[in-house]
C-alpha cells in the first residue's frame, strides 16, 4: 500500500510542477518570449512522460493488491474495495489533490490556448493590413501599375 502511495505523491508532485510550468507559460506569451516558451514545453513533455511511466505502476500497483478481486476500472472502485484506514484516507487525500492539480492545469491551459489564439488573430490581421497597405486598392487601368510604398510595421508582442 506504501508503493501506492509513493506513486500518487509523486503524480502529485508532477501535477503541481506543471501547473508552475503552466503559469509561467502565461506570463511568457504575454511578452512574446518564444524561447523560453520551448524551453518550458520541453520541461512539460518530460514531466508528461514520467506521470506516464507512474500511471503504468500506478496501474500494476492496484492490480497487484486486488488480484483475487477481479479488473479494477478506476481509483475509486479500488478505493471502495479498501477497508476504512489511514493509509485509505491518505489514497483519497491524494486522489482528491491530483483532481484538483488536473482541473487547475486544464483551466491554465485553456487560458494559455486562448492567448495563443488571439495572438496568432493578431499576426494575422497585421498581415492582413500590410498586404493591403502594400497592394493598395487600385482603380488604375489593369496594364497600369500603382505601387505605394509602405513601411512595414510590426509589432511582435501581439
Known amino acids: 500500500m506504501q508503493a501506492l502511495l509513493d506513486i500518487l505523491s509523486r503524480q502529485s508532485g508532477c501535477y503541481s510542477e506543471l501547473i508552475g510550468l503552466a503559469k509561467r507559460k502565461k506570463a511568457l506569451i504575454v511578452q512574446d518570449n518564444i524561447d523560453e516558451m520551448r524551453n518550458i514545453t520541453a520541461r512539460e ?5 514520467k506521470i506516464q511511466k507512474s500511471e503504468k505502476e500506478r496501474m500494476e500497483q492496484v492490480n497487484a493488491l486486488t488480484k483475487h478481486k477481479g479488473s479494477i ?3 475509486g472502485e479500488f478505493l471502495e474495495l479498501l477497508p476504512e484506514s489511514f493509509q485509505k484516507k491518505e ?3 491524494l486522489r482528491m489533490k491530483i ?3 488536473m482541473d487547475e492545469l486544464k483551466a491554465l491551459n485553456n ?3 486562448e492567448l495563443l489564439e488571439r ?3 493578431y499576426v494575422d490581421f497585421s498581415l492582413n493590413l500590410l498586404r493591403s497597405a502594400i497592394t493598395g486598392p487600385s482603380f488604375a487601368e489593369p496594364k497600369e501599375s500603382t505601387a505605394i ?6 509589432d511582435a508582442r501581439g
Open 73 to 75: 476500472a478506476n481509483m
Open 111 to 113: 487560458e494559455n490556448r
Open 99 to 101: 483532481r484538483r492539480d
Open 119 to 121: 495572438s496568432l488573430q
Open 45 to 49: 513533455n518530460g514531466i508528461l512522460t
Open 149 to 154: 510604398t509602405a513601411r512595414p510595421t510590426f
Open 91 to 93: 489514497l483519497i487525500d
